[in-house]
């Protein structure tokens, strides 16, 4: 990732999260960080329902874990409202964006950069 070889960091991401599998299992909560990775990379190289789809599982696990609101799990769904913004997936993106605006108003966040940020995903 850190020289630009998106072909090599996709390549061996993928390799990490199939070991990662077979030493935690399937539905392993320590596959979050191999997901992430995974869809940091696809979402570079613009490969965005690939990106979607490892983000989407990472969220899964995090929920399970810790819950809807928890910090995590509101991060991961932001990505993936965006993630899903840029591959023309409106719908799935509105339903996402929406549960993290109604969390972050329940929560007293009215003023941040992150809130903002959901806003003008929302209004695009």
């Given at each position: 990732?850190?020289?630009?070889d998106?072909?090599?960091?996709?390549?061996n991401y993928?390799?990490a999260?199939s070991?990662?599998?077979k030493?935690?299992g399937?539905g392993?909560?320590?596959?979050t960080?191999?997901?992430?990775?995974?869809a940091?990379?696809?979402y570079?190289?613009?490969?965005?329902?690939?990106?979607?789809?490892?983000l989407?599982?990472?969220l899964?696990?995090?929920?399970?874990?810790?819950?809807l609101?928890?910090?995590?799990?509101?991060?991961?769904?932001e990505?993936l409202?965006?993630?899903?913004?840029?591959?023309g997936?409106y719908?799935?993106?509105?339903?996402?964006?929406?549960?993290s605006?109604?969390l972050r108003?329940?929560?007293?966040?009215?003023?941040s950069?992150q809130?903002?940020?959901l806003?003008n995903c929302?209004?695009?």
């Amino acid at each position: 990732m850190k020289i630009k070889d998106l072909t090599g960091a996709d390549l061996n991401y993928r390799e990490a999260l199939s070991a990662a599998v077979k030493v935690y299992g399937a539905g392993s909560y320590d596959l979050t960080k191999p997901l992430m990775n995974l869809a940091r990379v696809c979402y570079q190289e613009k490969k965005y329902f690939d990106a979607a789809t490892y983000l989407k599982q990472a969220l899964a696990l995090v929920e399970r874990k810790s819950g809807l609101e928890d910090a995590e799990a509101v991060s991961i769904r932001e990505k993936l409202a965006e993630t899903l913004e840029r591959s023309g997936s409106y719908k799935e993106c509105e339903v996402l964006l929406k549960q993290s605006l109604a969390l972050r108003e329940k929560n007293g966040d009215h003023n941040s950069p992150q809130l903002l940020a959901l806003l003008n995903c929302y209004s695009d």
